[in-house]
C-alpha cells in the first residue's frame, strides 16, 4: 500500500496529466477511460508506482494506506518525538560510540544531522530521481545516454541542453526532480 499524501506527478504518454498527493492524482487516473496507460512517480525520488486502479475512484483511493499518524508510545521521549529503534554495529563501533560525548545516542544523531545538512546527499538524491523518471520517460530517446551523462557529472547547462528536445512536460519534471530548473 502506498501513503495517500505522497506527492506525486501521473503522466499519460508524454503529458502531465495531474500533480499532487497520491490520493487526488489516483482519483484523477481512476477517473480515465484506459487508466492503464498512465505513469505515476513520486515526487521524491522520481521511482514510479504501481497502483491498482480496477474499480472506481473511491475503490482506487480506498486502498491507498491512510497518511501515517502518530506512532504509538513506547519507549524513548514521546514528547520530543523520539522513538527507540535497534541498530546493529560492530563492537569497534560501540567502542567508538562509547567514547564519545554525551554517548552513543548523542554521537549518532550529530552523525545523521550532519549528513542530512550535507548538499552532496542533496544533490545525490536529487540526481537519483531524476535519473530514474528519465530512464523509465525517456531511456529509448535519442540524447539519453549524454543527458544521464551530463546530470551525474553536475553539468546543468549540458543537462539542459541534452533533454532539449524531449517534449516540455516530461523535460520540465525531469529538471524539477534534479533540481536544475
Not at 524531449?166 to 519534471?173: E, K, N, S, T
Amino acid at each position: 500500500m502506498h501513503d495517500a499524501s505522497t506527492p506525486v506527478t501521473a503522466f499519460q504518454g508524454d503529458r502531465r496529466l495531474a500533480r499532487g498527493p497520491l490520493a487526488e492524482v489516483a482519483r484523477v487516473v481512476a477517473a480515465l477511460a484506459e487508466p492503464s496507460r498512465v505513469l505515476i512517480f513520486r515526487d521524491d525520488d522520481g521511482r514510479s508506482l504501481d497502483l491498482d486502479l480496477r474499480g472506481a475512484p473511491d475503490d482506487v483511493v480506498g486502498r491507498l494506506a491512510p497518511p501515517p499518524q502518530a506512532a504509538p508510545r513506547g519507549p524513548g521521549r514521546p514528547k520530543l518525538g523520539v522513538t527507540a529503534r535497534e541498530v546493529t554495529l560492530l563492537p569497534r563501533h560501540w567502542d567508538w560510540l562509547s567514547r564519545q560525548p554525551g554517548g552513543a545516542s548523542v554521537a549518532l544523531r550529530k552523525l545523521v544531522e550532519a549528513a542530512l545538512r550535507d548538499p552532496a546527499e542533496e544533490g545525490r538524491a536529487a540526481r537519483d530521481a531524476a535519473y530514474r523518471f528519465l530512464t523509465t520517460m525517456a531511456g529509448d530517446r535519442p540524447g539519453y545516454e549524454e543527458a544521464t551523462r551530463a546530470l551525474f557529472a553536475g553539468d546543468a547547462d549540458a543537462f539542459k541542453l541534452r533533454i532539449g528536445d524531449l517534449p516540455a512536460d516530461v523535460r520540465d519534471h525531469a529538471l524539477a526532480l534534479a533540481r536544475m530548473s
